[in-house]
């Protein structure tokens, strides 16, 4: 297959986030039909085909080589291909879709506050009921291995199909290890969040498939791709401004730049390039005036192109590593 495969969540806040982040960086896509439909046009970017799948079924579509490049959060590349980093690379983690994977016990056990309590109380529960703790969780790789490293031993883990964070209050689960974004849902259900750092902060993430056959279209298509996605990072919350100047030592312009964290793009003609963030462009346009400048203009870029390159060096170095 020439065309470059991307897999995208298939509905909810994910897809929605997911197609303003795209189409920011010039890939418009629209579902064809109803808000159900699986199939979608993609324009902006030509060889691209969109593949709408669950977000839980992402990992393993990329892992087996199935599609190019996919969506999903890092929760879910975790549990789902353990071996993500070995069989996929990432290409961005996108800046939204931000949840906790975190451990939560009812808010009644006044005593139990970190793990090594949790450890204690597991103890104690199994010498009284012959029986371990139980653990509700979809994620049953993440917590027995955030366990193991912890050194709990005393649970069993309940595979969750529903709303895990019922399973206390239903009896089917003394401890629940979750997703959460706000904690909102846990505390509705008279659960609290025990220990400090959570077991993962995950994100949406854009990962390219190390097992997916890549002829040299396809990498070229998603070249493309990252060099779009990375001109529009590179151009959040950075201006760039223009002037007119007269004869000026170029050295001492771009120390004074410099000092504002502010860029000499370009001085030809008697015109100034500079580009700098938003927060320090007074600095820089005053600067600029200070040498002479009789008026300084202030462009908003939508994007800024050059900044893609390291990404896709980096795909191709683990391609070429892959076994023949």
């Known amino acids: 297959m020439t065309a470059l495969r991307l897999a995208l969540p298939s509905k909810g806040r994910l897809l929605d986030d997911t197609l303003a982040y795209l189409g920011a960086a010039g890939l418009k896509i629209r579902k064809s039909g109803n808000s159900r ?58 800046g939204y879709g931000r949840a906790d994977l975190v451990v939560a016990v009812p808010q009644s056990w006044i005593d139990v506050e970190n793990l090594a309590d949790l450890d204690d109380a597991a103890a104690a529960f199994r010498a009284r009921h012959g029986f371990p703790m139980r653990v509700a969780t979809k994620y049953l790789n993440l917590t027995r291995r955030h366990f193991r490293e912890e050194g709990l031993a005393n649970y069993r883990i309940v595979p969750s199909d529903g709303a895990t964070e019922g ?57 493309i791709l990252i060099d779009r996605i990375e001109a529009r990072e590179a151009a959040k919350g950075r201006v760039v401004l223009r002037c007119s100047l007269p004869r000026v030592d170029r050295a001492a312009l771009e120390l004074a730049l410099n000092n504002a964290d502010a860029s000499l793009i370009a001085l030809e003609e008697n015109t100034a390039t500079v580009g700098v963030s938003r927060a320090q462009a007074y600095e820089a346009a005053s600067i600029l005036r200070d040498f002479g400048a009789p008026r300084v203009d202030s462009v908003t870029p939508d994007m800024l192109y050059g900044a893609g390159g390291d990404v896709f060096d980096r795909v191709c170095a683990a391609l070429t590593k892959m076994p023949a």
Request: hydrophobic fraction near 45%.
């Open 37 to 94: 439909a699986y199939a979608a046009s993609a324009s902006g970017i030509d060889g691209i085909e969109i593949a709408f799948l669950q977000a839980g079924e992402i990992p393993g579509v990329l892992g087996s080589g199935a599609v190019h490049v996919g969506v999903t959060g890092e929760d879910l590349i975790r549990e789902k291909l353990p071996e993500g980093p070995n069989r996929t690379v990432l290409l961005r983690s996108l």
């Open 167 to 223: 399973a206390p209050a239903s009896g089917a689960a003394e401890i629940v290890v979750d997703i959460t974004s706000s904690g909102e849902t846990l505390r509705a259900n008279h659960l609290k969040i025990i220990g400090g750092d959570p077991i993962l902060r995950s994100e949406a993430q854009l990962r390219a498939s190390i097992s997916a056959p890549w002829p040299s279209q396809t990498l070229a298509t998603l070249r």
